[in-house]
Nanobody, 130 residues
Framework: QVQLVESGGGSVQAGGSLRVSCAASATTVGNYCMGWFRQVPGKERELVARLDWGGGSTYYDDSVKGRFTISTLSKDNTKMTLYLQMNSLKPEDTGMYYC????????????????????WGQGTQVTVSS
């Protein structure tokens, strides 16, 4: 079982920066794949960035590459904070941002769809105005 709690969303003008955070707490030690998804009304959640908690490898969607950075601060093997630093924000970055996790870190590199992830946070809204 993994609990995920996001924070840090808000409103910003285009070109600005925001950082969203996800406090993750697991009941068991595992090799977790962590992801940040974005969802806009009427569309499915899309993977924005992904990180292998154990190995540290990362992935970014082309739309955010060079502007967003995913990182972690681990307290121990079952607690960590996942960050998404978002710079040079664009109006199209607007959406609800969800933190997600699954205990399949060794396959993290092939996990990119919503059904691939088992645990989800409640989401935090990011709004970028032009």
């Amino acid at each position: 079982q993994v609990q995920l709690v996001e924070s840090g969303g808000g409103s910003v003008q285009a070109g600005g920066s925001l950082r969203v955070s996800c406090a993750a707490s697991a009941t068991t030690v595992g090799n977790y794949c962590m992801g940040w998804f974005r969802q806009v009304p009427g569309k499915e959640r899309e993977l924005v960035a992904r990180l292998d908690w154990g190995g540290g490898s990362t992935y970014y969607d082309d739309s955010v590459k060079g502007r967003f950075t995913i990182s972690t601060l681990s307290k121990d093997n079952t607690k960590m904070t996942l960050y998404l630093q978002m710079n040079s924000l664009k109006p199209e970055d607007t959406g609800m941002y969800y933190c997600a996790a699954v205990n399949r870190g060794e396959y993290c590199y092939v996990l990119w769809q919503q059904p691939d992830f088992r645990y989800w946070g409640q989401g935090t809204q990011v709004t970028v105005s032009s």
